[in-house]
């Protein structure tokens, strides 16, 4: 049992690259989420989705864009890289209006040059 | 401004000593408070807490919310190295799992 899957761990890009972080997860939750981690500044919610076809912004969006095409999965994309967006970058997910506690990945560590 | 604040934001204790921590929200939105602890990679679940005076316990850990002063805290006894970790707060603003994180307490117990 997998859990919540993210790839890269780690990348690292220049100004204005683009890429697209990736999160799975094998236990058929329909809500999944991204949170960035910054120092001093705990984890932020950046978009979240309460199932496929369904995604919404969260506290800091801008910069970022999601899709859900499948249940699974959950992709992140930076457009347009920039040094503001270096950060360690959580994928979360969990089983929807049960009010349960969500289950993390082990993150990727994103620097932008 | 709608946050959760944790404190203190960081300590150093020894083997065997207490720790409690601290975390405090707003009223609004909540519905639920959440500990985890997040050592070197991904934030696990320690507790959930939604109603307030109902103590949780895991072992050495305990968590307790207060409705009324709209706080929670997280005690650790008879701590261990292995206790070492960054301890982070959240409110659940919705019923889905959308969270609202606190910055973290990081712990160090020296031996």
């Known amino acids: 049992n997998a859990g919540v899957t993210q790839t890269p761990k780690f990348q690292v890009l220049k100004t204005g690259q683009s890429m697209t972080l990736q999160c799975a997860q094998d236990?058929?939750?329909?809500?999944m989420s991204w949170y960035r981690q910054d120092p001093g500044m705990g984890l932020r919610l950046i978009h979240y989705s309460v199932g496929a076809g369904i995604t919404d912004q969260g506290e800091v969006p801008n910069g970022y864009n999601v899709s859900r095409s499948t249940t699974e999965d959950f992709p992140l994309r930076l457009l347009s890289a920039a040094p503001s967006q270096t950060s360690v970058y959580f994928c979360?997910?969990?089983?929807?209006?049960?009010?349960?506690?969500?289950?993390f990945g082990d993150g990727t560590r994103l620097s932008i040059l | 401004e709608d946050k959760v604040v944790q404190s203190p934001l960081s300590l150093v204790v020894h083997e065997g000593d207490t720790v409690t921590l601290n975390c405090s929200y707003e009223?609004?939105?909540?519905?639920?408070l959440l500990w985890y602890k997040q050592e070197k990679k991904a934030p696990t679940f320690l507790f959930m807490l939604?109603?307030?005076?109902i103590e949780k316990k895991s072992g050495r850990l305990s968590s307790i919310l207060d409705k009324k002063e709209l706080s929670s805290i997280l005690n650790i006894t008879a701590t261990q190295t292995g206790d070492s970790a960054i301890y982070l707060c959240a409110k659940a603003l919705d019923s889905w799992g959308k969270l609202q994180f606190g910055a973290g307490t990081q712990v160090v117990v020296t031996p």
């Open positions: 009223v609004t939105n909540f519905r639920s």
């Open positions: 979360a997910s969990g089983e929807s209006g049960r009010g349960q506690p969500q289950h």
């Open positions: 939604t109603s307030s005076g």
């Open positions: 236990m058929n939750h329909e809500y």
